[in-house]
Structures are given as structure tokens and as C-alpha cells.
């Protein structure tokens, strides 16, 4: 499968300015090819193109040609796209059609007319190669951000397409996962298989790539090989704004004494323990949380992460223990009093028609020339009139994280704020939460990203297990 863009510009409908401007572009079948820039620089928009989503579904001008194989995207019928193409988005519950993960990862074999017999072959192979036993036959629903992502690369991997586009897909995986989802790669383009992957954490991708597109303002403002990608140091990559190309761990932080008094500047997990139906999530939880710091919590994907969030900002109410502020217990009311939480999926908690009544919406007391500066420093402001759901997947964490420097509380809990955040914006955010933390608040973070955790955490890492 050959691809080439020849002139290529895109303007949503609802955006004045084009997201992507002149791109010309050749690959070759086979050929591994990794998209970099900025969050909103055109990544995405670069892989709606390729899987048929622009202009069929999102509506915009489109100029210039994409071809595969010499014959135009345009010329092709859906059907005749989605046996060539796999699509692994950055929000895989966007691309679900079922409620049990058996039923989606088999989804496109029946859609395609597969026999019974075949798809269970099919669907037992996928599941031993991608490690997916623990996954069969769950709740799509019930499951966790890494876990869903899981799914969605298998339900496209069982297809087997010809061309795999990929949109941050290891933004939602614990390190295992992204070990794992590199293997799937390496086996993938052994294959021959043909792959674009628009991504952030670029240091399990250091081996397979073939070639690196830098995008900048929609443009393509550089091309390097694989070996080229490999010999940069952090410094330049990071000049670009760019991340690491080697597996990086936080240097750990050294456990601080801390008065062990009861205190209003303390909120203390006291035989914690939550159960989501029958099964037990978190256990005999024990730790202490004081205000002016940064603590960030990791673990593998599953283990209950994102409900120990849930749970102390009033959402879900403990089956054991408390979590008590200067000696008493809190309830569920007072929890969500003092509590803001900005979700993994953000999508979730965008309502306004506009950035800036997003940032605004549910504020008291705050002016707009308040939210304008918050909007200016999380490099949002010229987006201010646009509708939430426009942005990209990163400029929507940023946004959140502005909403939340907004609300005037005590306890601000972030679940995997960086996730398709860039190296500069990645800082922003660790910059901003430490400025929050100087303040007094208490500052959760649930993150897979050590990179992060070197920046922003400065309290010892918490480990789920």
C-alpha cells in the first residue's frame, strides 16, 4: 500500500484558520511512520484523511489529492476503506459498537461476513498473542482508560488491515501495556503492514520507526530516519518540543517527616476500602495527604487508580474505613464541596458552547478577564470562541486543567492530565500544579507518565498494587 498527499490543506468548517497547510507526503508500503509536533499542529487531522473520516465525517474544506495505490481516497467506498484500514483512536471509547470486550474485538470479522468457526480461531489468537485473558468477556463499560485501549487496538488488530492508523495509543497504558502494545508493533510490521502512529511518548516507538514527520502550525517543517531519531539527545528533542526517545524513570523522591498531627492542613485515608459490585477494587487504603504538595499515584492498568479519585471526590462512597480532615470523618457532601476532578476522558465534563463560557461555567466570583489570563497561560486564549469539541485531544486536557485552576477548592485530583500533552505543554501543566501546590492546595495526580512525575511530583510516588 502506497499513500501520497500531493498539496493537501484542511479547514474545519467551524475554524477559520487551516489545521493543515500544503502537505506533501510519500509512503511506501511497509513503511513505519511516526507524526510529531505540538498538540493541534495536525496530527489527528493527518489520519481522519487516511481512514475516510475526513471529509465523510467531519465537515471542512479539503485541497489537494490523497491517493493509496494512484486511485483517490475519494474514490473509494467505505466498505472497500475499512477492510484496508485500521483505526485506533485516541479516545477508543469513540470507536466502540458493543458492551462486552468479546463482541468488539470480533466486531469488524462479522461486520465482514466472517464464519463462526473462524472468528472464535481468530478471536482465541488475538487474545494469547495481546495477552488479553483477563479481558474476555468483560463490561466494556466497567472497564478502566489503559484497558479500553487494550480492546480498541485489538478489535483492529483482529481485522488485520493493511494500513494501521494509530492516534496516541499508548496514551492510557501502564508501562506493561506499552511493552506490550510495542510488541504488537514489532509483529505488525514484520508483517509488512503498513503503519502512521500520531504520538507523544515516543521512547518504546525509538526501534521500529523508519521515518519521523515533524508538523508544525499544520505544516511539515522536518523529516529524519529512524537512525537519525535515535542518535537526538533529550535536549533537542525537547528544544522541538518533544519527548524523550528512551525509556525514562522519575528519580524517586525522598519520604519527607511530617508532623504527625491532626490537622485542617491534612486529609488522611484511614482503612480504606472500596468495592465496585463484588469485587473488591482498593484494600485497607492507609496514607496521609497534605496540602501544599504534589503526590502522584501510579499503578498498573486496573488497579484502581481512577476509583480512589472518584471516591475522594465524593462519587463513589467507601465500603470501609473514611478519609478525615482534622479529625473527622468526611461525607460524601462535603468531599465534592472541597474536591474538583478532572477527568482521564474530559469529554465527559466539557458543557459550554464556548472555551471561554467553559471556563467560566460553575465559577463564582470570577471575572473574565480572570479566566482570559488563565486561558493565556495554558495557550488557549486564541481559542476562546471556538466549541470545546473542536480542540484537539490534548488542547481539551488543557482546558480542563484551566477549569480547574478556576475553582476555588481545597482538593484538586487529576486523572492522567498529560495524556496527549506535548513536552512544553506537558511542563505547563507540572509548572501549574506545583504553583497550585504553593498555595495550599492538595494536588492528586494518577499518571503513567514518569516523565511527568520527575517534573511536577514532590512527595514520594504512591503505588497502587
Known amino acids: 500500500m502506497n499513500i501520497e498527499f500531493k498539496n493537501v490543506g484542511f479547514s474545519y468548517s467551524n475554524r477559520k484558520e487551516g489545521v493543515l497547510k500544503d502537505i506533501n507526503l510519500k509512503i511506501k508500503q511497509g513503511e513505519f511512520v511516526l507524526l510529531v509536533g505540538e498538540s493541534g499542529c495536525g496530527k ?5 484523511i487516511l481512514n475516510g473520516l475526513i471529509p465523510g465525517f467531519y465537515d471542512g474544506k479539503l485541497e489537494g489529492c490523497v491517493s493509496i495505490d494512484g486511485r483517490k481516497i475519494s474514490e473509494y467506498k467505505s466498505y472497500e476503506l475499512a477492510t484496508m484500514v485500521g483505526s485506533v483512536f485516541q479516545n477508543p ?27 472464535h480461531a481468530v478471536l482465541n489468537k488475538v487474545t494469547e498473542e495481546l495477552g488479553l485473558e483477563t ?13 479500553k485501549q487494550k480492546i480498541a487496538f485489538a478489535s483492529v488488530y483482529a481485522s488485520g488491515p493493511d494500513l494501521y492508523l494509530m492516534d496516541e495509543p499508548s496514551a492510557n497504558l501502564d508501562t506493561v501495556g ?14 509488512g503492514k503498513t503503519v502512521v502512529i500520531a504520538e507523544h511518548r515516543l521512547y518504546y516507538l525509538t526501534q521500529l520507526v523508519d521515518r519521523i514527520i515533524y508538523l508544525k502550525d499544520g505544516r511539515i517543517e522536518g523529516e529524519m530516519s529512524g537512525d537519525e531519531f535515535k542518535a537526538m539527545d533529550v535536549a533537542s528533542l525537547n528544544q522541538l518540543g518533544l519527548r524523550t526517545n528512551h525509556f525514562f524513570k522519575a528519580s524517586g523522591k525522598e519520604e519527607k517527616e511530617f508532623k504527625k498531627v491532626i490537622s ?25 495527604f497534605h496540602k501544599g504538595k504534589v503526590y502522584c499515584v501510579t499503578g498498573r492498568n486496573g488497579v484502581g487508580k481512577t476509583t480512589l479519585l472518584r471516591t475522594m471526590s465524593g462519587f463513589i462512597k467507601a465500603s470501609e474505613g473514611n478519609i478525615v480532615q482534622n479529625g473527622k470523618a468526611l461525607s460524601l457532601k462535603e468531599l465534592k464541596k472541597k ?45 476562546r470562541n471556538l466549541h470545546p469539541n473542536t480542540l484537539s485531544g490534548g488542547q481539551k486536557q488543557r482546558l480542563a486543567i484551566a477549569v480547574s485552576l478556576m475553582m476555588d ?18 511542563r505547563l501543566c507540572a509548572n501549574f500544579l506545583k504553583r497550585l501546590a504553593d498555595k495550599g492546595k492538595l494536588i ?16 514520594p510516588t504512591i503505588v497502587l498494587s
Open 44 to 48: 489527528t487531522t493527518i489520519t481522519r
Open 93 to 119: 471509547k469513540t470507536q466502540f459498537f458493543n458492551v462486552d470486550t468479546d463482541s468488539e474485538i470480533t466486531f469488524g470479522l462479522e461486520n465482514a461476513g466472517v464464519p463462526q468457526k473462524e472468528i
Open 135 to 147: 479481558l474476555r468477556g468483560r463490561d466494556i463499560f466497567k472497564l478502566s482508560g489503559g484497558e
Open 178 to 191: 506499552v511493552e506490550g502494545l510495542k510488541e504488537c508493533l514489532e509483529k505488525i510490521k514484520g508483517e
Open 264 to 288: 485542617d492542613e491534612t486529609i488522611s485515608l484511614q482503612n480504606l476500602s472500596i468495592d465496585y459490585g463484588k469485587r473488591r477494587i482498593l484494600n485497607n487504603l492507609n496514607q496521609d
Open 339 to 383: 474536591t474538583f476532578m478532572v477527568m482521564q476522558d474530559v469529554n465527559y465534563q466539557l458543557f459550554a458552547d464556548s472555551v471561554m463560557n467553559e471556563c467560566m461555567l460553575g465559577t463564582q466570583m470570577k471575572s473574565e478577564d480572570t479566566a482570559k489570563k488563565v486561558l493565556d497561560e495554558m495557550g488557549l486564549l486564541e481559542f
Open 409 to 426: 477548592k481545597e482538593i484538586l485530583l487529576f486523572d492522567e492530565p498529560t495524556s496527549g500533552l506535548d513536552y512544553n505543554n506537558m
Open 444 to 459: 492528586i495526580v494518577v499518571t503513567h507518565d514518569e516523565e511527568f512525575i520527575d517534573c511536577c511530583g514532590d512527595a
